[in-house]
């Protein structure tokens, strides 16, 4: 606030000299412009002082906003690395799971392909044994006529001497005979 105080000072002497009244006038106004100068420089010294002060806060927050983006930006990269390398581990784990069940399945196919070779072995030995076993019965089965045989000394070396005289009936049946002579050489059926 400016003041400008107007001080008509009388001269006793010379009250009409304008001159010196103008004088009066000036030097107190001069006085006065100083005080308001001073007071404007002060003012604006305190401005300024205001002006610096605010921006030194503004950088202060500027600097601390930038310092929490920053600690928050590492906070963020953090938690991503750290969520990254779970999901690696996690990958590879799941990885050496799903190994170890083709692994077991391998094996456990392996497993069955033997058995089963196992097994196709176990029954073509027991077919041949059968087949073998079935040659042999009908080999035994069967009598080839050689010189001195009656059909009698057939069927009791077929059936035994209690089961001669029936085996003697089964022969001549199974052969379609009506007599006991039979040739040598002929191929006879023996029943069971």
Do not use: C, F, W
């Given at each position: ?18 001159v ?17 100068k ?6 604006k010294e ?8 605010k921006?030194d806060?503004?950088?202060k927050?500027?600097?601390a ?7 928050k930006?590492?906070k ?6 750290e969520?990254?390398q ?19 399945q391998a ?28 040659e ?9 006529v ?9 069927a009791r ?36």
């Amino acid at each position: 606030m400016i003041v400008i105080v107007t001080v008509i000072v009388l001269n006793t002497h010379n009250n009409d000299d304008p001159v010196k009244q103008e004088e009066n006038k000036v030097s107190v106004a001069s006085s006065s412009n100083k005080e308001d100068k001073q007071q404007a420089a002060a003012e604006k010294e305190q401005k300024a002082k205001a002006a610096k002060e605010k921006a030194d806060k503004k950088a202060k927050e500027d600097a601390a906003k930038k310092k929490a983006e920053k600690a928050k930006a590492e906070k963020a990269a953090a938690e991503k690395k750290e969520k990254d390398q779970k999901a690696k581990e996690q990958a590879a784990a799941e990885k050496a799971k799903q190994e170890q069940a083709a692994k077991e399945q391998a094996q456990k196919e392996q497993a069955a392909k033997e058995q089963a070779q196992k097994e196709q072995a176990a029954k073509e030995k027991a077919e041949k044994e059968q087949q073998a076993e079935k040659e042999k019965q009908q080999a035994a089965s069967s009598h080839t006529v050689a010189a001195g045989d009656t059909l009698y000394s057939i069927a009791r070396a077929a059936y035994g001497s209690a089961g001669a005289s029936s085996g003697v009936a089964k022969i001549k049946q199974a052969n379609g005979l009506s007599g006991d002579s039979v040739p040598v050489g002929t191929t006879l059926v023996i029943p069971k």
